[in-house]
């Protein structure tokens, strides 16, 4: 359970993290500086990536399965 959840904290941080990058980049369209968010926004994102570090990738999932056997049949005939 707890390998499980570990990088989908990381994902949430790293999220978390892009959001605070964008929010430093709209204060400083905005001509009113925030440092706080690019600071906590990398402080995120390397946590985020800390964390995902080491997690298996996901099983391929099948979801155009179909389109794959049609490419080996017309492959096949050739």
Do not use: C, H, Q
Not at 3 to 25: A, R, Y
Not at 54 to 60: I, L, T
């Amino acid at each position: 359970m707890e390998d499980d959840i570990k990088p989908k904290v990381g994902s949430f941080f790293l999220i978390i993290g892009v959001s605070l990058i964008i929010f430093f980049v709209m204060t400083d369209l905005g001509k009113e500086i925030n440092y706080n968010y690019l600071f906590f926004g990398l402080g995120a994102i390397g946590l985020g990536f800390f964390m995902r570090r080491g997690a298996e990738p996901p099983p391929p999932s099948g979801r155009f399965s179909w389109i794959k056997k049609i490419r080996e049949k017309e492959k096949d005939k050739k």
